[in-house]
Structure formats: C-alpha cells, structure tokens
C-alpha cells in the first residue's frame, strides 16, 4: 500500500545532540512538508520542498534543517540550536500536478529532549 | 496575514447527538479547503475536502461541510455522533499557486456515553 512512513516513532535525546527524524513516501509525490504540531497550537510548517534538491524554509526554520537528495525521502534534523525541541513532528505529502491538493500524513515522530 | 480560526477548543457532546465545529478563514481569494481529523499519537486523516463546485461536501464516517463565502466559513457537521468520534479536528486553508497549508489549532471533541 502507499503511503508515508516516518521513523523512529518516539526518540528521546539529550540537549546538544543533533537528531535525523526519517520521512519515506511510495505515493510518487512531488512536494513534502514537515510539521510541528505542540499541544494547542496546530501544525506549523518547519520546511517544505516541491522537488528534488529545492526546500524552503517555513515559518520555524530555526534550529532545523532538510535535505531533499531523492523524490521519495525528506529527513530533517534538529539540531542543537533549537531551543525546545520536545514535540510531535509530521512529516506529509502531496501532488499538485494531480490537482488533488490535500496533504497526506505520516504516523508522526514524538522527539523528547531530557 | 492568512490564518484560520476554529475558535472552540473543546466541544463535548452526547452520543447520538448532532455536531457542528466551527472554521473560519481570512483571505479573500478562492481557497482550497480541508477538514482532517487525527487520533492520539496518530497522523492526520482527511475527512473532506472542499476545491470547486457544490457548496456543501460530503467526506468520510458521515461528516459532511458546507463552504460561505460570504462568511468565510467552512463547518464541519454530523448528525448523529458515535463514541469512536472522540478525537481532535483540524481545519486547513490553501490557496491555488501556492505550496501552504495552513492549520487552525484544532478542536478536541470529547463523546459521552
């Protein structure tokens, strides 16, 4: 089945470590997103790339970073200088040349920062 | 700036009984409209989604929507709610052109027995 895996599920670290969260989709999307999503304030978008080797940062770049080497993954890295990492982290896709438009969701990656 | 409101945090209701979460957009071109929900720990799940065309939409496990324009609105309705419906709902905007989604800060139902 299609779809889009993000691993691990849960990852615990310890401050001044950097950390690679792992997104993989098989839908043959072109662009990717991830997201941040704490307790009452939604998602907001950290990157987002609509092809191979372009990203753009979104509206909490900050402390984060991305590499878009193939269609088919997206990792992202937290690094030390985010300053409150701890949270649920979703990584999703989509296909605008399909003209469907909506996103589709990984199961999330909840990154705890002891 | 383009945001989205869902202005009710919680909502609890009975089951069997009918319910509406409210979304509200604030861009005024035409917007490509979701409303997904999402279970603890879970991903998000697209329930329905609203492009073009009829104004009312159906979606998945009986929800339905209806797009206003003239109130930049976009609820979320269902007639009759069942206990697995206990989650939390997320309204999103995008725009044609753009790669943006962008989230309101969901609405948690709680679904009494």
């Known amino acids: 089945d299609g779809g889009i895996t993000q691993s691990p599920k849960y990852l615990f670290r310890k401050e001044g470590q950097n950390v690679t969260l792992s997104c993989e989709q098989n839908?043959?999307?072109?662009?990717m997103y991830w997201y941040r999503q704490d307790p009452g304030q939604g998602l907001r978008l950290i990157y987002y790339?609509?092809?191979?080797?372009?990203?753009q940062k979104g509206d909490i770049a900050e402390g984060y970073s991305v590499s878009r080497e193939k269609k088919e993954s997206f990792p992202l890295t937290v690094t030390s200088a985010q300053k409150n990492p701890t949270a649920f982290y979703l990584c999703?896709?989509?296909?605008?040349?399909?003209?469907?438009?909506?996103?589709?969701f990984g199961e999330g990656s909840r990154l705890t920062v002891l | 700036a383009q945001s989205v409101t869902q202005p009710d945090i919680h909502i609890t209701v009975s089951e069997g009984a009918s319910l509406e979460l409210r979304c509200n957009y604030s861009?005024?071109?035409?917007?490509?409209l979701f409303w997904y929900v999402q279970s603890p720990g879970q991903g998000l799940q697209l329930l329905l989604k609203?492009?073009?065309?009829?104004?009312l939409v159906q979606g998945i496990k009986g929800f339905e929507a209806e797009f206003k324009r003239s109130q930049s609105s976009f609820n979320l309705r269902k007639p009759s709610v069942h206990w697995s419906d206990a989650a939390e709902y997320f309204c999103?905007?995008?725009?044609?052109?753009?790669?943006?989604?962008?989230f309101g800060t969901g609405t948690r139902l709680k679904v009494l027995a």
């Open positions: 999103a905007v995008a725009y044609s052109g753009t790669y943006k989604y962008i």
């Open positions: 839908l043959n999307h072109d662009a």
């Open positions: 609203y492009f073009s065309g009829d104004t």
């Open positions: 790339s609509q092809i191979v080797n372009d990203f």
């Open positions: 861009y005024g071109a035409t917007p490509y």
């Open positions: 999703a896709s989509s296909s605008p040349r399909l003209n469907t438009g909506e996103l589709f």
